[in-house]
């Protein structure tokens, strides 16, 4: 489970609907399960079931801005829930949403969840030199990202 939710996190659902979207996720999972051929690992064929999952949740036009809790005030964040840990998620997060849907999925499977480009090509469903590509233009963009962020920091 935590490997869904860091993924679909850094696909770009939100954080007040990552666990509703990773229950999705789980839906899918155990509807196509007898599906499952065991040509990637199951990590890879899930991975592929977030990118779908994901991206239809950022084409919903409607998304929750409000997260319910069983008490006021009460923050039940899945993860470390210290002030620079959620300000480097945060600073990842909005540089990871200038890629696109494919460089975005080859860079989060291949840097962040450090799946091989053959697993990455597979899951993702393009030719390994494509992946291949567009990694290296995610990390080009990542990194000019990155810097050009540095610079309006600097200049505050």
Known sequence: M????????RLGVGESDVEDVTQEVFIVVLRRLADFEGRSSLRTWIYGICIRTASDYRKRAHRRHERATDSPGTDIAVEDRSFAAREARAELDAILSVLDDDKRAV???????QLDMNEVATAIGCPLQTAYSRLHAARA?????????RQQGGES
Do not use: G, T
């Open 141 to 149: 963009r990542v990194v000019e990202e990155a810097q050009r962020r």
């Open 107 to 113: 860079f989060v499977l291949y840097e962040i969840e």
């Open 2 to 9: 935590p490997y869904v939710w860091r993924v679909l996190r």
